[in-house]
């Protein structure tokens, strides 16, 4: 290790979830100079407005502006219009603002990445790591669960749940679906409360769990409200020596040190091709001198996330302490080879004013592509979704909708619908299909001799010294589950590997 004068040992871009993780973990070794760079406020969990502290998920990017990046835009389905793309911004990053769902990927997952070439990365070898993520309130003995880690994770008393929830539940038990306590054991499936990253009715973000009990370390340094621009290389070479800001300030890494990208599954891609790190045609489009030729962006994966209102009133909807959903059914549809947990279905108590149930695909085999249309750290890329463009995503959500409609039929939900229920035909879905904000591969793990790698399974960018990624972008395909929990397992697995083998 080197002192401060030499450089950095860790420049980490992003203090988001994964960043908070690795600012964390890597400065738990004293000798380690660490520098956690953010975009976005610095703002302490007692300071957050009221509606992300509480189990509430509000979207409304207006009313709290400094917590969302404004510029990014998706485009769900080839034939709509793109949207606003939304990403939390500001120390904690998304996990500041996100819906608070904590759910594992399955085993099914880790097969597959491991078939993609993610070598060591099976179920059984990163099940610790989600283990030592988590303060389970609720299974705290469970060999499966953690106790006293930095991230509780809670799930709502029935007595909480809303009407929505209540009827989704009694439908589903009365058609046949079998009810497990825990979502995040392995092998679970069917019915279950939903867990979330909740301590006392109140949010914790990954950043309170993690970077606050750290901030008193002499050798970690925050610097919030920096955009950065690009990673900088040796002259002529593809060696990491530091970040350069939008300002034109640069930040040099020590001897051996290394640039950590933790911008998350859109901007550490545009890092990346900022930095001369892209397909070719990308770089050229854009100007930008060439660093390493590498897929970025190519192979996005996504859920899609299918919002069907039905005519129930708000009151009868509605959860005592407004939070949209509380219970989630997910399955096997059994169909097109899709594997274990591929669905999940749940009750929305009013979240949006819209009352009924969504349907999720959490395996998708569609796959969508960053298009990146600016050097403008603060522009963003154009997230090309092509959500149920393929045929087997359109069988499922196909099959999704006709199990909602048996469940809406039922006299459950007879009790809270003020009128008959309405849903789309199979070709209305695109229109009612939404981005889940879960990008993800979109600088894909895998096996470096496989085309379409941008990291080896050590998460280093192929091609380049003292360079990583280490966050949502880099997960061979998106797990089944909402991807939080995952993002904070390969950081904390991360973490632990660097510490053994330091800069
Ligand atoms: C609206 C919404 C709701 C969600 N709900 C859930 C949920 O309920 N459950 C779940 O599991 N997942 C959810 N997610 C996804 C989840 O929050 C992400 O999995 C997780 O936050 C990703 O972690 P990350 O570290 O990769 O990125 P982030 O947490 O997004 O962190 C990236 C950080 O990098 C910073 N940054 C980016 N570019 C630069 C730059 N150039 N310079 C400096 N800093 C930069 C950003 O400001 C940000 O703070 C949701 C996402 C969204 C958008």
């Not at 939390?88 to 990927?105: P, Y």
């Not at 039905?310 to 407004?322: D, R």
């Not at 249309?373 to 499922?396: F, H, K, Q």
């Not at 990291?455 to 360079?467: A, N, Q, Y």
Request: proline residues 7%; hydrophobic residues 40%.
């Amino acid at each position: 290790m080197t002192d401060l004068f030499g450089g950095w040992d860790y420049i980490i871009v992003g203090g988001g979830a994964a960043g908070s993780v690795l600012a964390a973990r890597l400065s738990e070794n004293s000798s380690a100079n660490v520098l956690l760079l953010e975009a976005g406020k610095d703002t302490r969990p007692e300071n957050r407005p009221a509606n992300f502290r509480g189990r509430r998920f509000d979207l409304d990017m207006n009313a709290h502006p400094d917590f969302w990046w404004h510029s990014l835009r998706a485009r769900v389905h080839p034939s709509l219009d793109p949207i606003p793309f939304q990403a939390g911004r500001g120390i904690g990053g998304t996990s500041q603002v996100n819906g608070l769902f904590s759910i594992r990927g399955v085993r099914n997952d880790f097969d597959r990445w491991v078939a993609l070439g993610a070598e060591g990365w099976s179920f059984d070898e990163v099940l610790p790591w989600y283990i030592k993520l988590e303060d389970d309130l609720d299974f705290p003995d469970a060999p499966h669960h953690g106790k006293g880690g930095p991230l509780p994770i809670f799930r709502e008393p029935r007595e909480h749940w809303g009407g929505a929830d209540h009827a989704f539940h009694d439908a589903a038990r009365d058609l046949g679906v079998v009810w497990h306590d825990d979502t995040n054991a392995p092998g679970a499936t069917g019915l279950s409360p939903f867990a979330m990253h909740i301590r006392a009715g109140k949010r914790v973000a990954v950043s309170d769990g993690y970077l606050e009990p750290a901030r008193g370390r002499t050798n970690l340094t925050i610097r919030s409200e920096v955009l950065v621009d690009r990673v900088t290389f040796a002259p002529g070479g593809t060696r990491a020596v530091g970040v350069e800001l939008a300002g034109g300030e640069s930040i040099p890494v020590a001897a051996g040190g290394e640039v950590i990208l933790a911008a998350g599954g859109t901007l550490s891609p545009a890092l990346l091709v900022r930095s001369g790190i892209g397909s070719g045609d990308d770089l050229a489009h854009l100007g930008i001198d060439h660093v390493v030729d590498l897929p970025v962006g190519q192979e996005l994966t996504e859920h899609p996330f299918i919002v069907l209102p039905l005519p129930i009133p708000l009151e009868k909807a509605a959860s005592p302490f407004g939070r949209p959903v509380n219970v989630t059914w997910r399955y096997s549809s059994g169909l097109a080879g899709a594997g274990d947990n591929d669905m999940m279905i749940i009750p929305n108590n009013g979240w949006l004013g819209l009352p009924g149930v969504c349907i999720w695909q959490m395996h998708a085999v569609s796959r969508g592509k960053l298009v990146f249309t600016s050097r403008d750290p603060l522009a963003g890329p154009l997230a090309e979704l092509r959500m149920l463009t393929d045929e087997s995503d359109r069988l499922r959500a196909r099959d999704g909708l006709e199990k909602v409609g048996e469940l809406v039929n039922h006299r459950a939900f007879k009790n809270i619908l003020a009128d008959s229920p309405a849903l789309p035909t199979i070709d209305q879905l695109p229109a009612a299909t939404f981005a889940s904000h879960h990008v993800a591969t979109t600088v894909r793990m895998g096996s470096p001799d496989d085309a379409t790698t941008v990291v080896d399974p050590d998460c280093r960018v192929l091609g380049t010294e003292g360079l990583r990624v280490i966050d949502q972008s880099v997960m061979p395909e998106v797990v089944r589950g909402n991807p939080l929990l995952t993002v904070l397992m390969i950081a904390e697995r991360m973490a632990d590997r660097l510490k053994s083998s330091p800069a």
